[in-house]
């Protein structure tokens, strides 16, 4: 695909009337034929690369091969890195959000191949379940009684789906995914390898005589959108719904307690661990292996960076870290104190002694 065609696929170009001929003359130099994309200091010719703000970027550039760029068009670096990339021969373009771009160049060279409508002969579909138009059942996948699968919809090998669940229009699961009785997906849900959505919540009742199991009739709903990533788990509660926001995409590994409430938007990392009935606001980001507890609350656009513990509420648009976690800002400062925490107990120990820390 020549990188003329390609760009003309991306909506940020779109956007602006997509190309002219001064801009093919000025920045595409001889219009290279691209077969693939590859990160920028393993590009070669041929291949698509990106640069955004935050690499080392005029290193990165000059030790890369690519055969075309997408480069920032924003920032002090900006026309410097253009003129770089002209003087290296590479052919280019400015985008206000290169990475935004990058993702759409990969759909456009590596299109993907839909599946073919039907039911595989050897999947297990109950009578009573309606599959809809367009809609591809692969191999050995199970279709419970009372199931609603919308059209379009992609179910790959060995997917598990039990009694009474929906899935509306667009929906995709991956080989391996289970979804339990009562779960609802919205339009254009991906469910990816081993994911389980439904599984009964966590709910026992302490007994004289052991652990009396509290039923979990309730329903997990994904609004439209979501996209939840291999091995994670959203749980249903003993009554009511666990709820995850339209567009919210779930990392690998996650665990959802029962009764927990996502907003719209939210990003939640691999290892994310979410305890019963917590609350989270609209665009909330959790990192990497960050735990709520039971009943948190994350207001929104908040943020918690890798390994904070939530025990309370946290502010809308505030940035929490550490564990407990306490304002981003704070953290960084007792961080920065850690390492001098033996000079610091070294002086105490001295002046309780009745010396001054200098005296030795």
Not at 168 to 188: K, W, Y
Not at 306 to 327: M, N, Q, R, T
Request: with cysteine.
């Amino acid at each position: 695909m020549r990188f003329s065609d390609l760009l003309n696929r991306l909506s940020e170009v779109q956007a602006c009337g997509g190309l002219d001929a001064t801009a093919l003359a000025h920045h595409l130099g001889q219009d290279p034929e691209l077969q693939s994309a590859a990160a920028l200091d393993q590009a070669q010719a041929g291949q698509l690369s990106f640069l955004e703000s935050g690499n080392a970027l005029a290193a990165a550039l000059a030790a890369s091969h690519a055969g075309a760029l997408l480069l920032p068009a924003k920032g002090e670096e900006a026309a410097a890195l253009q003129s770089q990339a002209s003087a290296a021969g590479m052919a280019w373009i400015a985008l206000n959000d290169p990475r935004l771009g990058f993702a759409e160049a990969l759909d456009a060279l590596y299109p993907r191949q839909p599946k073919p409508p039907g039911i595989h002969a050897s999947a297990v579909v109950d009578p009573s379940a309606v599959v809809g138009m367009g809609s591809h059942v692969g191999a050995f996948s199970v279709i419970g009684a009372a199931v609603q699968i919308g059209a379009g919809c992609t179910i790959h090998p060995h997917v598990v789906i039990y009694d009474d669940v929906h899935l509306a229009d667009g929906c995709e699961l991956h080989a391996g995914a289970v979804l339990h009785p009562g779960s609802r997906l919205g339009r254009g849900c991906v469910v990816h390898s081993n994911a389980v959505v439904g599984s009964e919540g966590f709910g026992f009742v302490p007994t004289a005589s052991g652990w009396r199991k509290m039923p979990q009739t309730g329903l997990v709903v994904l609004e439209d959108g979501v996209e939840v990533g291999c091995g994670s788990t959203i749980d249903r509660p003993s009554v009511g719904e666990t709820r995850i926001g339209a567009g919210t995409k779930i990392d690998n590994l996650v665990h959802v307690g029962h009764g927990v409430t996502t907003g719209k938007g939210c990003a939640l990392a691999a290892q994310v661990g979410i305890a019963g009935g917590a609350r989270l606001g609209n665009g909330v980001i959790l990192a990497g292996q960050v735990g709520l507890a039971n009943k948190a609350v994350m207001g929104d656009r908040s943020i918690a960076s890798s390994k904070s513990g939530i025990h309370g509420e946290v502010a809308a648009g505030e940035v929490v870290s550490g564990y407990p976690a306490i304002p981003n800002r704070l953290w960084l400062r007792c961080s920065a104190a850690f390492n001098k925490l033996p000079e610091l107990t070294k002086a105490i120990r001295q002046l309780e002694k009745g010396r001054t820390p200098t005296d030795a």
